[in-house]
C-alpha cells in the first residue's frame, strides 16, 4: 500500500512538473507568431543549454527560419520560457530606439543584497539604471578618453616588450589572444581600479588569474543554470552565485584599498577610478550627485567591475580576430601597415590619441572583424510593459524575452553579400552608407549602447599598432582558420586561441 502511494505521489509530482515546464507551449500559437515548435524541459533548442553550438549561429538558424517564412519574428522556447526573435532590422531600430522605453532592460538577473558586483550597469533595469547611466555616461567622453589615453599607452609598451621576448622563444610564434587578455587586464586594471595588475610581466598575476576565473564554468554550476533557466523561481534558493566567492572578494577587496590609497595619498590619475569616486564624493557632500539621485555608493565597486568584466575579454577578442584575419590577407595587412607608418610619420614617430584617430583603415578592419566575429551573437532585452510588437498585430505581456539576432543579421547576404568573406571595404563610408544602419551591433545600439565603445577604439588601436608597426603577421601550423567560436563562452571568443608568427619588419 506504501509502495502505491509513493509510486502515486511520484506520478502526481511529474504530472504536476510536466504541466508547468508545458503550459506556456500555446504562447506563440495564441499570438499568430510563427514559432519553432518547443520539447519539454529543453525549448526549441537543446543545444542553446548544452552549449554544443556557438548561440549566434543558432540564433542564425531561428532567423534564417523566419527570413525563408517572410516572417518578421520568430517565437523560440528556452526551456518554458518563450523568447521573440526579430528578423527585421526596421523591427530591431524601432525596439532598440523608438520603443526603448518598452524594452529598457536586458532581464539579466542581480541580487543587490547577496551579491553586489552583480548590481551593476549592465545587469541593473529600469529607473535604477537610468540614473546610474546618466551618472556615468560623462566617464566615457572623449576628452576623458583622451586623459586616460597615457594609462592605455604605458600598457601598449608593456604589451610591445611581452611580444619582443615572446617572439624570440618560439621562433616567432605566439598565442595572441591570451597576449592581448594580459594587456587588456593591464589596460583595465590600470583605468579602473588603479593598480598595476602586472599581467603581461608576471605569468602568475592575480588579475589575470581572476579574470579566467571569472568567466569559467563548472559542469555543476552549469546544470544549475539549466534548471534556473526553466525554473527561474528556484534562482533565488539554489546555491548558484553569478560570481564566483573568490573572485567578487579580490575584486571588492582591490577596488576598495585603492578608493581608500586614492583618498588618503589625494592621488589624481584621470581615470575611471578617480570618477567613480567623484560619483561618490557628490552625493556625500548633498550636491547633485550619487546619493540624492538615489545611487547607493556601495554600488561602486560593481561598476569598476563592470568595465573590467564587460572590456578585457571583448576587446581582447577582436583584437586578436583582428590579427588572425590579417594573417590570412597579406593584402590587407600591407596596406594597414602602410596606413600605421603613414600616420605616425606625421605624428613624428609616436602613437598619439590623434594619430590612431587618423587611422580609418584600421577602423574599417576592426569593423569587419566585428561583423563576422561579434562580441555578443545574440543581444538579450526584456519587455518592461506588455507591448504590441512593431509592424504587426501580436501584443507580449511585460516578462517576455526578446534576443537580437546580432549574428545572424551580421551573416545575412542581403546587407553582407559572400558573408564569410573578409573585406574590409564593406566600411568605407560609401558602403555603409548603402544599407541600414541597423544592419550592424557589435556595440548594441540605442540608449543601452555599449558606454564603453570610445574606449575599446583607443585600446584596440594602440594593440594593433604596436604590433603592426613591428612585425609582419602570418599563419603558422598551429592556426585555425576560418575562426572558430568557442561554444561555452558568452562573450565571443576564439576556440583554439589566435596563434600567429610575429617576424621583425
Ligand atoms: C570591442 C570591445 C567591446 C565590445 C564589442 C562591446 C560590446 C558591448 C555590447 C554588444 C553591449 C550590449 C549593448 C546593448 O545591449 O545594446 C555592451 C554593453 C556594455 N559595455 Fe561594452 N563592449 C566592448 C568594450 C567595452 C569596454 C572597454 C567597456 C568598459 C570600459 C564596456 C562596458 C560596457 C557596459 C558597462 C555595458 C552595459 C551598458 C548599459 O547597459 O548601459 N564595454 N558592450
Same mark, same amino acid.
Given at each position: 500500500m506504501a509502495a502505491f502511494e509513493v509510486l502515486a505521489a511520484l506520478v502526481a509530482v511529474s504530472a504536476v512538473i510536466y504541466y508547468y515546464l508545458t503550459s506556456t507551449a500555446d504562447f506563440w500559437a495564441k499570438r499568430g507568431i510563427p514559432f519553432i515548435a518547443p520539447s519539454p524541459f529543453f525549448g526549441s533548442s537543446k543545444d542553446f543549454f548544452f552549449n554544443k553550438v556557438f548561440r549566434g549561429e543558432i540564433g542564425r538558424s531561428f532567423y534564417n527560419y523566419a527570413k525563408e517564412g517572410g516572417h518578421k519574428y520568430v517565437g523560440v522556447f528556452l526551456g518554458r520560457r518563450p523568447v521573440l526573435i526579430p528578423c527585421d532590422v526596421d523591427v530591431v531600430k524601432t525596439m532598440l530606439v523608438k520603443d526603448f522605453h518598452y524594452? +529598457?532592460? &536586458?532581464g539579466m538577473f542581480y541580487d543587490r543584497k547577496r551579491e553586489?558586483?552583480?548590481?551593476n550597469l549592465f545587469n541593473l533595469g529600469g529607473s535604477e539604471w537610468k540614473t546610474l547611466r546618466a551618472k556615468l555616461?560623462? +566617464?566615457? +567622453?572623449t576628452g576623458k578618453m583622451k586623459n586616460m589615453f597615457y594609462l592605455v599607452s604605458e600598457c601598449a609598451r608593456g604589451l610591445e616588450h611581452f611580444l619582443e621576448e615572446e617572439a624570440s622563444k618560439q &621562433?616567432?610564434?605566439?598565442?595572441?589572444n591570451e597576449a592581448l587578455a594580459k594587456y587588456s587586464t593591464d589596460v583595465i586594471g590600470s583605468c579602473a581600479f588603479g593598480i598595476e595588475a602586472n599581467s603581461l610581466k608576471d605569468p602568475d598575476a592575480e588579475f589575470r588569474t581572476m579574470g579566467r576565473e571569472v568567466f569559467t564554468i563548472s559542469r555543476g554550476r552549469a546544470f544549475l543554470q539549466v534548471i534556473a533557466e526553466s525554473l527561474p523561481m528556484l534562482r533565488r534558493v539554489l546555491p548558484l552565485p553569478l560570481i564566483k566567492r573568490n573572485v567578487s572578494s579580490f575584486f571588492t577587496r582591490t577596488f576598495n584599498e585603492n578608493v581608500q590609497y586614492r583618498e588618503q595619498q589625494k592621488v589624481v590619475r584621470h581615470d575611471f577610478l578617480d570618477l567613480l569616486l567623484q560619483l561618490k564624493h557628490s552625493g556625500a557632500d548633498g550636491s547633485a550627485g550619487a546619493d540624492s539621485t538615489g545611487i547607493d555608493v556601495d554600488i561602486l565597486p560593481a561598476q569598476a567591475f563592470i568595465f573590467f568584466l564587460a572590456g578585457f575579454e571583448t576587446s581582447s577578442g577582436a583584437t586578436s580576430a583582428c590579427l588572425m584575419n590579417l594573417a590570412q590577407h597579406q593584402d590587407v595587412q600591407d596596406r594597414l601597415r602602410e596606413e600605421v607608418d603613414r600616420v605616425l610619420a606625421k605624428h613624428g614617430g609616436v602613437m598619439s590619441y590623434e594619430a590612431l584617430q587618423e587611422m580609418k583603415y584600421m577602423e574599417q578592419c576592426l569593423e569587419e572583424t566585428m561583423r563576422m566575429f561579434p562580441a555578443l551573437g545574440l543581444l538579450p532585452r526584456v519587455v518592461t510593459r506588455d507591448y504590441q510588437l512593431p509592424d504587426c498585430k501580436a501584443t507580449v505581456p511585460a516578462g517576455t524575452r526578446i534576443l537580437i539576432p546580432v549574428y545572424a543579421i551580421h551573416h545575412d547576404p542581403e546587407f553582407?553579400?559572400?558573408?564569410?568573406r573578409f573585406d574590409p571595404? &564593406?566600411?568605407t563610408e560609401d558602403a555603409k552608407s548603402s544599407r541600414p544602419h541597423y544592419a550592424y551591433l557589435p556595440f548594441g545600439e540605442g540608449p543601452r549602447i555599449c558606454i564603453g565603445m570610445r574606449f575599446a577604439w583607443m585600446q584596440m588601436k594602440s594593440a594593433l599598432t604596436v604590433v603592426l608597426r613591428s612585425y609582419k603577421v602570418t599563419p603558422n601550423e598551429h592556426t585555425v582558420y576560418p575562426l572558430k567560436f568557442d561554444t561555452k563562452s558568452f562573450v565571443s571568443k576564439i576556440d583554439g586561441g589566435a596563434h600567429v608568427t610575429l617576424t621583425r619588419r
Open positions: 524594452v +529598457t532592460d &536586458r553586489p558586483l552583480s548590481a555616461s560623462p +566617464t566615457f +567622453t &621562433r616567432g610564434s605566439v598565442e595572441m553582407y553579400p559572400e558573408p564569410s571595404d &564593406r566600411f
